[in-house]
């Protein structure tokens, strides 16, 4: 059993279903302790993270990941306990094999085989990590930042294992996230008698022409790097389920997954725009999620570009789409980030599961990162 499959292992025995850390991050600490990192414990509310850093000048080189995983869901429906790593044919079977804990293992073997060959490297590799990252994402990465900037530490570059990949390991390097922006519509009628409509008012007659015009409003074009800004209705619900009443108000929720060609300010104001030119009355809550990132073609995305075609012998391609990631927390002070990491057809699935293989060779490109910026 090589080194990367067997704490890969370790890491899904534990039940670290967001947001407790069961143990996880104490497996990691041991390894990091034993190759010279200092550990920096840090516990915000209910959730566990840790900073770990080995080397005391610049540039920073972070790690960052997750050792929280969704619920396991229906176990029954699993071909193995989702908690008792198994191996069947070529791939090993476990809730968080492919998100993210093969991910933080290879980062962990990458390091002590980098740190073997490199014992007085330059600069600083540093390991963030959270267990807060499926959950509500409050007393995790965005903490720990604040507990960085609070003592002038500014991270140069950042690489997430999240599950990037989408056919093979290595075809895909996330350089750049969208925006998330969430509203809550909630419009203002009068309940009465479908017989007598002259004596109601009906919400749904009054948002449904307004959401046909925010479903054809063209946001932005989008640029080289990202998509079109995209507005989707998520939820629609009034009334109390039966044909002879006009319901009294509706709700209505939605979400722009927006590119940096606008901004959440502009989004928003064109919302109310187009909701007050139908005269509706209405309230509108807010969430944003996060802004849109990018790191453009620089010294990180080269070296990761060049690791996996020396590891994989193919040329990844850059993308900035799927959801958010913690990675937004990062990027907001100026820091080079990527995601790099397992091939995400079975996350958050029944039988999730990774390639042995991808666990090696993951941890090879990772310390061939290392060593393009470090060495």
């Avoid at 804990?101 to 963030?128: C, R, W």
């Avoid at 750049?176 to 419009?187: E, F, H, K, T």
Wanted: proline residues 5%; hydrophobic residues 35%; glycine residues 10%.
């Amino acid at each position: 059993m090589n080194k990367t499959l067997e704490l890969a292992k370790s890491l899904i025995s534990q039940a670290s279903v967001t947001p407790d850390d069961n143990g996880c991050q104490s497996i990691m600490i041991e390894r990091l302790k034993k190759i010279g990192f200092e550990i920096h414990p840090l516990k915000f509310g209910d959730v566990d993270n840790f900073w770990a850093t080995r080397g005391n000048s610049g540039p920073i080189f972070a790690f960052a990941g997750h050792t929280d995983v969704v619920p396991a869901g229906n176990e029954d429906a699993w071909n193995t306990s989702p908690f008792e790593p198994t191996i069947k044919g070529d791939y090993l079977y476990g809730r968080g094999a492919a998100d993210m804990k093969g991910g933080l293992a290879s980062m962990v073997t990458a390091t002590e085989n980098f740190v073997q060959d490199n014992p007085d490297h330059n600069g600083t590799i540093a390991f963030l990590i959270t267990s807060d990252e499926e959950g509500v994402a409050i007393d995790g990465t965005v903490k720990v930042m604040d507990y960085l900037n609070e003592n002038d530490t500014q991270i140069d570059y950042c690489l997430l294992g999240e599950p990037s990949s989408t056919s093979v390991t290595g075809d895909i390097i996330k350089n750049g996230r969208r925006g998330s922006l969430n509203g809550v519509i909630n419009v203002n009628g009068q309940q009465g008698h479908v017989a007598y409509p002259h004596l109601a008012k009906n919400p749904i007659h009054f948002i449904a022409p307004a959401l046909n015009d925010l479903c054809l409003q063209e946001w932005d074009s989008g640029n080289e790097y990202f998509p079109a800004t995209s507005f989707q209705i998520s939820n629609f619900h009034s009334g109390g389920g039966v044909t002879n009443v006009v319901p009294g108000e509706a709700k209505v929720m939605f979400n722009f997954r927006y590119s940096t060609e606008t901004t959440k300010e502009e989004l928003m104001a064109k919302v109310h725009e187009i909701l007050d030119n139908h005269k509706i009355d209405y309230t509108l809550d807010w969430h944003h999620s996060g802004d849109p990132f990018l790191t453009p073609v620089g010294d990180l995305v080269s070296a990761c570009v060049s690791a996996i075609e020396e590891t994989k012998d193919i040329t990844p391609e850059l993308s900035t789409s799927g959801g958010t990631s913690d990675g937004r927390f990062i990027a907001q002070e100026g820091t080079q980030v990527v995601e790099l990491g397992p091939v995400n057809a079975t996350i958050h699935q029944i039988n999730e599961s990774i390639l042995v293989k991808d666990l090696e060779d993951l941890s090879s490109i990772y310390s061939k990162v290392l060593t393009k910026i470090l060495v």
